[in-house]
T-cell receptor, first 111, second 113 residues
C-alpha cells in the first residue's frame, strides 16, 4: 500500500504559537496538496503547491516544497483554537493519476 | 451551490448484502474518486475516474466496483460486503487532477456486521 509519511503524528501547542507539520514522499510528483479535516468530517483543501514551486502562502499558512529532499512542510502561524484538526498531505505521482495520502498530523491547540 | 453529495450518510448492513453508495457532483468535474479512511491509516484511494467510462484502480480496489456512466455520478458498489470494509468512505471530485484541488463529499460511515 502506498502512503506518504507525515510527522509528527500528533502535535499539541498553546494558542498563539506556530505549528509545523512535515510530509515526505518517495516518487516524483506533479503537485502536493494540504487538507484539513475536523473530527471525521469531509476534508477541506488548504493549499496546492506545484512541483516547480518552492514556497506558497495563504493567510496564516505557509507551505514549502523541497523536491530534492522529497519533502514538504506546512506552517500555521499564530494558531487559534479553531485550527484544532487533522492535517493531511496528498500528492499525485507523475506516472499516473492516483492520489497518495499521508497518514495525517493531529493538531490540538490549547487555549 | 457547488458541492459533492453522498448517500447514504450512515449505513449498517450485514455480510454479503450488496450495497451501493451514490456520489454526485454539480461542478462538471472530470476527475472523481473514492477513498476509505480508517483510524491511523489516513485516506486510501479505492478507485478513480478521469472521465465518463474511464475508471482505474487506486490503492485498495479489492471488493469494490465503480461505474462512470454520466459525468456527474460515480457510484461505489460493494457486491458482497465483509466486516473489513467497515470504514468511513469519501467521494471527491476535481476539474483537473493535476492542477486543481479535490472537493470532498461529507462522507458515508459504513458498518458491516
Amino acid at each position: 500500500s502506498q502512503q506518504g509519511e507525515e510527522d509528527p503524528q500528533a502535535l499539541s501547542i498553546q494558542e498563539g504559537e506556530n505549528a509545523t507539520m512535515n510530509c515526505s514522499y518517495k516518487t516524483s510528483i506533479n503537485n502536493l496538496q494540504w487538507y484539513r479535516q475536523n473530527s471525521g468530517r469531509g476534508l477541506v483543501h488548504l493549499i496546492l503547491i506545484r512541483s516547480n514551486e518552492r514556497e506558497k502562502h495563504s493567510g496564516r499558512l505557509r507551505v514549502t516544497l523541497d523536491t530534492s529532499k522529497k519533502s514538504s512542510s506546512l506552517l500555521i502561524t499564530a494558531s487559534r483554537a479553531a485550527d484544532t484538526a487533522s492535517y493531511f498531505c496528498a500528492y499525485f505521482m507523475d506516472s499516473n493519476y492516483q492520489l497518495i495520502w499521508g497518514a495525517g498530523t493531529k493538531l490540538i491547540i490549547k487555549p | 451551490e457547488a458541492q459533492v453529495t453522498q448517500n447514504p450518510r450512515y449505513l449498517i448492513t450485514v455480510t454479503g448484502k450488496k450495497l451501493t453508495v451514490t456520489c454526485s457532483q454539480n461542478m462538471n468535474h472530470e476527475y472523481m474518486s473514492w477513498y476509505r479512511q480508517d483510524p491511523g491509516l489516513g485516506l486510501r484511494q479505492i478507485y478513480y475516474s478521469m472521465n465518463v467510462e474511464v475508471t482505474d484502480k487506486g490503492d485498495v480496489p479489492e471488493g469494490y466496483k465503480v461505474s462512470r456512466k454520466e459525468k456527474r455520478n460515480f457510484p461505489l458498489i460493494l457486491e458482497s460486503p465483509s466486516p473489513n470494509q467497515t470504514s468511513l468512505y469519501f467521494c471527491a471530485s476535481s476539474l483537473s487532477p493535476i492542477f486543481d484541488e479535490q472537493y470532498f463529499g461529507p462522507g458515508t460511515r459504513l458498518t458491516v456486521t
